[in-house]
């Protein structure tokens, strides 16, 4: 319990933080929270201020309120607090702040 709660602490993201990443034309894009590139190369960022992005297994970009985290087979969880944390421990579980979110993608 100590190691989780000493995870969070260290790994709690930061206030104010935002993520800035450049397109493939060289253009800057900036998120009020994380940004991650689509596997047909589009960014997407988060819109809530620490929000997490991370694509998943199918190349698709998700954002939550909070950070997502993979476990050891893929699948991604989003905490549903705004700026929560969201860990992966030792045996590949994702524990989240709060409520989480299992995401889900479609295939068209």
Do not use: I, N
């Given at each position: ?12 993201p930061v206030a104010g933080l935002a993520d800035c990443v ?87």
């Open positions: 319990m100590m190691k989780l709660l000493l995870m969070l602490v260290l790994l709690w450049k397109d493939s034309h060289g253009e800057v894009y900036c998120g009020a929270g994380y940004c991650a590139r689509a596997q047909d190369g589009t960014l997407w960022c988060s819109r809530f201020k620490a929000g997490g992005a991370q694509v998943t297994r199918e190349g698709v970009v998700v954002c939550g309120k909070g950070q997502c985290a993979k476990t050891f087979s893929g699948d991604l969880y989003c905490s549903s607090v705004d700026g929560g944390a969201a860990l992966k421990d030792c045996d590949g579980r994702v524990r989240c702040q709060g409520p989480f979110r299992a995401v889900r993608t479609r295939h068209p």
